[in-house]
T-cell receptor
Framework: GAVVSQHPSWVICKSGTSVKIECRSL??????MFWYRQFPKQSLMLMAT?????????EQGVEKDKFLINHASLTLSTLTVTSAHPEDSSFYIC??????????FGPGTRLTVT | AQSVAQPEDQVNVAEGNPLTVKCTYS??????LFWYVQYPNRGLQFLLK??????LVKGSYGFEAEFNKSQTSFHLKKPSALVSDSALYFC?????????????FGGGTRLMVKP
């Protein structure tokens, strides 16, 4: 139980385009989802926290207009990187938290912007 | 505010030897402590957690960790390391009663187990 999936697992896009990453809780209802960014050989940096049906709360320094987060249902949250640039290339990881408040992590999405 | 420190960027150990990956934390109240492992280009895999009770917590793959409140530490240990244990390890903390469930991660420690 408690499986979180992410799609796609990796994506390459051209500079200036937008890319959407999906995070799904497969067997539980996620009241809260978290989006992290991880640079090579570094720790996870929390980008934002989203609760179903409400606006995401962004961490300081994260551009909310660039990283659009939607948590439309209890099993799906999306992160859209708008007008991507090479510096947005990174490993993006989501986690989902249900009523038990335990966090379960997705496998991550590697984004490469060329 | 809550924080986690992993003082070692890398730990090297020979296969078959015991390993320790260090973690210290800081929270205002009681801590919930976690260890995760990450393999290259993969997400985090849960190893073990301390919520309450016995200070020695046993987890997946033969790993264990000891909660030491006086030293505010939660070091990860394994009696006999395997080459396949080589990976990136993260310690994380959140404060009990943290309604936002937000985890704070340490910087990570790379474990290298050599044959």
């Amino acid at each position: 139980g408690a499986v979180v999936s992410q799609h796609p697992s990796w994506v390459i896009c051209k500079s200036g385009t937008s890319v959407k990453i999906e995070c799904r809780s497969l067997d539980f209802q996620a009241t809260t989802m978290f989006w992290y960014r991880q640079f090579p050989k570094q720790s996870l940096m929390l980008m934002a926290t989203s609760n179903e049906g409400s606006k995401a709360t962004y961490e300081q320094g994260v551009e909310k207009d660039k990283f659009l987060i939607n948590h439309a249902s209890l099993t799906l949250s999306t992160l859209t990187v708008t007008s991507a640039h090479p510096e947005d290339s990174s490993f993006y990881i989501c986690s989902a938290s249900g009523p038990a408040r335990e966090q379960y992590f997705g496998p991550g999405t590697r984004l490469t912007v060329t | 505010a809550q924080s986690v420190a992993q003082p070692e960027d890398q730990v090297n150990v020979a296969e078959g030897n015991p390993l320790t990956v260090k973690c210290t934390y800081s929270v205002s109240g009681n801590p919930y402590l976690f260890w995760y492992v990450q393999y290259p280009n993969r997400g985090l895999q849960f190893l073990l957690k301390y919520i309450t009770g016995d200070n020695l917590v046993k987890g997946s793959y033969g790993f264990e960790a000891e909660f030491n409140k006086s030293q505010t530490s939660f070091h990860l240990k394994k009696p006999s390391a395997l080459v396949s244990d080589s990976a990136l390890y993260f310690c994380a903390v959140r404060e009990a009663g943290n309604a936002g469930n937000m985890l704070t991660f340490g910087g990570g420690t790379r474990l290298m187990v050599k044959p």
